[in-house]
C-alpha cells in the first residue's frame, strides 16, 4: 500500500467516524468529572516529547513520570504509543484533530525538551482538546515552560502532571509532593522501624533516622520542611522534631510520662499531642516558639489522635469517654460548642455507628474526616462529615489503619497488612473508594503521612 492510499484511508475514516456521529460536538469542552458514578476514564495521550539537544532519555524520563502520574489517578486512560496515526507533532502547530479522534482520544499533550546553555534544562508543553478542537490555556497562558537542573527533572515531571489534572479536573494538584513512612525490616520479634521519605510515586526514597530507636506516627509540617513524630530514643516514647533539610533531630518539651500522636497545627506553629501520666490521657498544644504547653482536654477518659481543622477553630479527637474509642470534635478555645444531636458541650461525639473509631484526620477541604474503623474482626479506612452524617466505608481488610489525605483532599493514604502475620505495605485509595493502589517501598511500610505541595 502506497503512502498516498494510507493518507487517504486514514481521511476517509476520520470522515466516517464524524459522520456516524461517534465523536463529541465540536462545541464541547474537555472535562473530566471526577465524582460521576457510571465512571470512564478519559482517553489522553503523551506522546514522547521532542528533543533539542542529546539527552533523549531524560527527555522520555520525563513523559514517562507525566504519564505515570496520571494513570495513577484512575480517571485517565493513556493511550498506546503504538494507535498514534500523526508522529511529526509541533509545539508551535496544531495537531491534525481528525487523526486523533480517530483512536478516540480526547486530550493531547505536545512538549518539548531542550538542554540549555547554562547546563539546565527546560520542558514546554501545550494541552490540546482534541473534540473541542482548541488549545487549552493553564492558568490563562497557552501552555508552562519549567526549567531546572537536570538532577532535578521529577519535580518538572510532576509539576507537568500537576498542570494538566488541574486544568482537566478542576481539583487542586497532589503530584509534586513527598510521603513520609515508617520503614520495616527485621523479623516481627526484633522489628527495626526507621523514618523514610520517598516522591509521591514511590521514587527517591531513603532513610531519615538509623533505625537505633523505634519511630512512628511521623507527620509534616504545613511547610513541609520539618517532620513531627514519637520516638522510643532513651527507652520512654517522647515527641521530637526533625528538620528535612538539615537532619538535625530535636526533642519536643520534657513532659512527665510518654508524649505520642503528634501532629502540626495548620498554622505550623505549634504541635498537638497526647500525653498519658497517672492513668490518664489528655491532649495538649505546645508553642514551638514559647515552649509553652496547654491542657485541651481534662477528662478521666483516654483521649488521643488530635487533629486540626483547615481554619485552625476545631480539634477532632479519638476518646473512649462514651464506653467504646469514638471520635469527638472540640472548639481549640475549649469553648462550648452546638452539638449534631443537640445540646452543646465543649466535645462532641459525631460517630454513633457500630465498631471502634480511632485515628481521625481532618480533611484540607474542612468537610470531611477520615478515620479507622475496626467492626466485625475487619478494619476499614471511612470518611465521615464533621456533622457525624454520611459515613462511607472507602476499604476494608484484615488490617487497614493510619490515613492521611493527600493536599488537595482527593486521595486518602494509609498501610493495610492482608492477613495475620502479614507485612505492612502503603496503599491509597480516592475519596469515591475507586482506584485502590498498592505504593511500592524498598521495605514494610506503616504510618504514612502525605506533605503539603513543594514550593
Not at 456516524?20 to 489522553?44: C, H, K, M, W, Y
Not at 546553555?117 to 478542537?133: E, Q
Not at 482536654?297 to 480539634?315: A, F, L, N, R, Y
Amino acid at each position: 500500500m502506497t503512502h498516498r492510499t494510507m493518507l487517504y484511508l486514514r481521511r476517509f475514516l476520520a470522515a466516517a467516524v464524524i459522520a456516524l456521529g461517534l465523536v463529541a460536538p465540536a462545541s464541547a469542552q474537555l472535562r473530566v468529572r471526577v465524582d460521576e458514578g457510571n465512571f470512564q476514564p478519559t482517553p489522553i495521550a503523551i506522546p514522547d516529547f521532542q528533543v533539542t539537544g542529546a539527552n533523549t532519555e531524560l527527555a522520555k524520563q520525563i513523559a514517562d513520570v507525566v504519564r505515570a502520574d496520571l494513570a495513577s489517578t484512575g480517571l485517565f486512560d493513556l493511550q498506546n504509543p503504538a494507535s498514534f496515526i500523526q508522529r511529526d507533532l509541533s509545539i508551535n502547530a496544531e495537531p491534525r484533530f481528525a487523526d486523533w479522534k480517530i483512536i478516540r482520544t480526547e486530550g493531547l499533550v505536545v512538549g518539548t525538551f531542550e538542554e540549555l546553555p547554562d547546563g539546565k534544562v527546560a520542558v514546554s508543553f501545550r494541552l490540546w482538546d482534541i473534540y473541542g478542537g482548541e488549545l487549552m490555556r493553564i492558568n490563562g497562558e497557552p501552555g508552562r515552560r519549567l526549567t531546572t537542573t537536570p538532577e532535578n527533572w521529577r519535580r518538572i515531571a510532576h509539576k507537568i502532571a500537576d498542570s494538566i489534572y488541574t486544568r482537566l479536573t478542576g481539583e487542586d494538584p497532589y503530584f509534586d509532593t513527598r510521603i513520609v513512612y515508617i520503614a520495616e525490616t527485621g523479623p516481627k520479634t526484633e522489628r527495626v522501624k526507621r523514618l523514610a521519605i520517598m516522591d509521591s510515586d514511590g521514587a527517591n526514597q531513603q532513610y531519615l533516622t538509623s533505625g537505633r530507636s523505634t519511630v512512628l506516627t511521623p507527620r509534616f509540617s504545613p511547610s513541609a520542611q520539618e517532620i513531627t513524630y514519637m520516638s522510643y530514643e532513651g527507652g520512654k516514647p517522647r515527641i521530637y522534631l526533625f528538620n528535612i533539610e538539615t537532619g538535625r533531630q530535636e526533642l519536643l518539651g520534657n513532659f512527665p510520662g510518654m508524649t505520642f500522636s503528634p501532629r502540626f497545627t495548620r498554622d505550623g506553629q505549634s504541635v498537638l499531642l497526647s500525653q498519658a501520666q497517672r492513668g490518664n490521657t489528655d491532649i495538649y498544644v505546645m508553642n514551638l516558639r514559647t515552649r509553652e504547653s496547654e491542657r485541651l482536654t481534662d477528662h478521666p477518659s483516654i483521649d488521643t489522635s488530635p487533629s486540626m481543622s483547615p481554619d485552625g477553630k476545631s480539634v477532632v479527637f479519638n476518646s473512649d469517654r462514651g464506653g467504646t474509642p469514638q471520635l469527638y470534635i472540640m472548639n481549640s478555645d475549649k469553648s462550648k460548642r452546638t452539638c449534631p444531636g443537640g445540646g452543646s458541650d465543649t466535645a462532641c461525639r459525631i460517630t454513633f455507628g457500630k465498631g471502634r473509631y480511632s485515628t481521625p484526620v481532618w480533611s484540607p477541604r474542612g468537610d470531611l474526616i477520615a478515620f479507622t474503623k475496626q467492626e466485625g474482626g475487619k478494619f476499614y479506612i471511612g470518611v465521615i462529615s464533621t456533622d457525624g452524617k454520611g459515613e462511607r466505608l472507602l476499604t476494608e481488610a484484615y488490617l487497614d489503619e493510619g490515613p492521611d489525605w493527600s493536599p488537595n483532599g482527593r486521595v486518602i493514604v494509609y498501610f493495610r497488612e492482608a492477613r495475620a502475620g502479614a507485612s505492612p505495605q502503603l496503599f491509597s485509595v480516592d475519596l469515591s473508594g475507586r482506584n485502590e493502589r498498592r505504593m511500592v517501598t524498598q521495605t514494610d511500610a506503616s504510618d504514612p503521612a502525605w506533605s503539603p505541595l513543594l514550593q
